[in-house]
């Protein structure tokens, strides 16, 4: 098996050299496409693809689209890119749209869809909301785009319901247009929840929100208090230009302002290069271990989440075979870690089971106790019994959400680790409960990146250290070795 492979699983920190297919997808910083570009000043972003320059130069170029079938045509045929289809033209020649604000020629390419007797898809749509939003001003109609472009229409608190009310709604932009507006009407607490959600969502806040923030921020001393506990509570990381932005506004604001630093921590003492301060141990106490797995067992597993897909008799055989079996050394997310491992070999049947076997086995030379959980699709019959010599096996239904065991089955142990790359955002956000997530944080990094420091924005002695991103590839369970380090201006 290969160890650059296992190593995505084991979390043991290797040299960068891993050419993973499914690499690009686990950086969290992976680079941003034009969409999204809040317009910093003038930043400029470069294009991903060079057919977007192409359509950029057309819509730069054309007041009209007249001509648009056969550059369409031109232009698919001339990259020949599985990027560049029939199909995704739609939203590709909208994304630009949006790059280049040019909202006519974009309402007018929705009406060529339209009148093409074709339906925008959602990424098209979602585009042209956003399109909607950032040219607001040139929106003549707001009726028609009121259920998603809240901030633009008057009687926003109206869309704001729609939104909630309608989960399918609640894309990237929608959601960030929702907390900008909220922001903007200094709904703070509001603004907050939503983009908690949108963590939990996995849902991008782009930087013009976190933009929005900051110049609250300096106009008001509580609203640094929200974000902040935000910032410690979801471990979220800011990028470079957002992060110089808040070092200004904290030194820049008139009550109680900071100094800030542009630092590192050293790896092995966690002692910040600038103050010389030595950041917070990551130690969970078995106390906090315990508050966190009866919240999750209870909140998870015992509450109605599990049984959206599940029967009884699945949750009674499982909480027997944890009486019986449990806890255990590792927990293996079969499903995950087949479909991870089997990259170059997936469509081969047998692959993924041979693969999911291959990370069993490994641990089980090591002589630790294993559970693998699974769904009934992938492990039936001789394979499945091959499994059960090697570890403890839970098979769900098909249909089962099978997250919720995974977890409950982790947090028996305070010493358990659980081989994915899911995050369990979701359920984090489930528990609601600061502390607890904090705490279920805390647990998830000491097992993927382990350190003698807590690897997230904290305040300590008056004091804030604050990771930010400036754009080095990471994999999604590294934090950034970048930070901000703000000492109150009282005490220079
Ligand atoms: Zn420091």
Redesign the pocket.
């Known amino acids: 098996m290969s160890r650059t492979l296992l190593s995505k699983f084991l979390f043991i920190r290797l040299p960068r050299t891993c050419n993973l297919k499914s690499m690009y997808a686990t950086f969290n910083n992976r680079k941003a496409v034009n969409e999204n570009v809040p317009k910093l000043l003038n930043q400029h972003v470069p294009h991903v693809n060079p057919f977007e320059s192409e359509i950029e130069q057309f819509i730069k170029t054309n007041h009209s689209l007249t001509g648009i079938n056969q550059f369409q045509e031109n232009i698919i045929s001339k990259y020949k890119s599985k990027l560049l289809t029939k199909e995704s033209f739609d939203a590709i020649f909208m994304r630009m749209c949006l790059a280049c604000r040019n909202y006519q020629l974009g309402k007018q390419f929705l009406h060529h869809i339209h009148q093409t007797g074709r339906q925008a898809n959602t990424a098209t749509l979602a585009k042209f909301l956003s399109l909607c939003y950032f040219c607001s001003a040139e929106v003549e109609d707001k009726s028609e785009i009121k259920k998603l472009c809240l901030s633009i229409t008057d009687s926003w608190q109206d869309g704001l319901k729609l939104l909630e009310e309608d989960e399918a709604a609640q894309f990237s932009s929608s959601m960030n247009a929702a907390v900008n507006c909220l922001l903007k009407h200094n709904h703070f607490d509001s603004a907050m929840l939503w983009m908690d959600k949108m963590i939990a969502k996995e849902r991008p806040i782009f930087d013009f929100v976190y933009e929005h923030w900051l110049r609250k921020c300096a106009e008001n001393h509580n609203c640094w208090e929200t974000f902040s506990d935000f910032l410690v509570r979801n471990g979220v990381f800011l990028k470079q230009p957002i992060v110089q932005k808040l070092k200004e506004v904290l030194q820049n604001r008139s009550r109680d302002p900071f100094i800030g630093?542009f630092?590192a921590i050293d790896e092995d003492s966690g002692r910040?290069q600038?103050?010389?301060?030595v950041l917070q141990n990551t130690d969970i106490t078995d106390e906090e271990f315990a508050a966190l797995r009866n919240r999750i067992t209870e909140k998870v597993l015992l509450g109605t989440d599990v049984f959206l897909g599940s029967k009884p008799e699945e949750m009674q055989r499982f909480e027997e075979l944890l009486k019986t079996t449990g806890p255990y050394d590792i927990v293996i997310d079969g499903l995950n870690v087949a479909y991870h491992m089997s990259i170059k070999s997936r469509k081969q049947p047998s692959a993924k089971v041979d693969a999911l076997m291959s990370v069993v086995k490994h641990f089980k030379n090591q002589k630790l106790r294993v559970l693998v959980l699974t769904r009934k699709h992938l492990l039936t019959g001789v394979p499945l019994q091959r499994m059960k010599q090697e570890a403890h096996v839970f098979v769900t239904e098909n249909l089962s959400r099978d997250d919720p065991f995974l977890l409950c089955a982790a947090v028996q142990s305070k010493h358990t680790k659980f081989v994915s790359d899911d995050l369990f955002r979701d359920h984090l956000f489930r528990l609601a409960d600061f502390r607890l997530q904090a705490i279920f944080r805390l647990w998830q990094l000491k097992f993927h990146y382990p350190r003698p420091y807590h690897t997230v924005s904290q305040f300590a002695d008056g004091?804030w250290?604050i990771p930010y991103d400036d754009g080095t590839p990471r994999y999604s369970y590294e934090s950034p070795t970048t930070?901000l380090?703000l000492?109150p201006k009282s005490q220079a």
């Open positions: 630093q630092t910040c600038s103050c010389q301060k004091c250290h930070w380090c000492q």
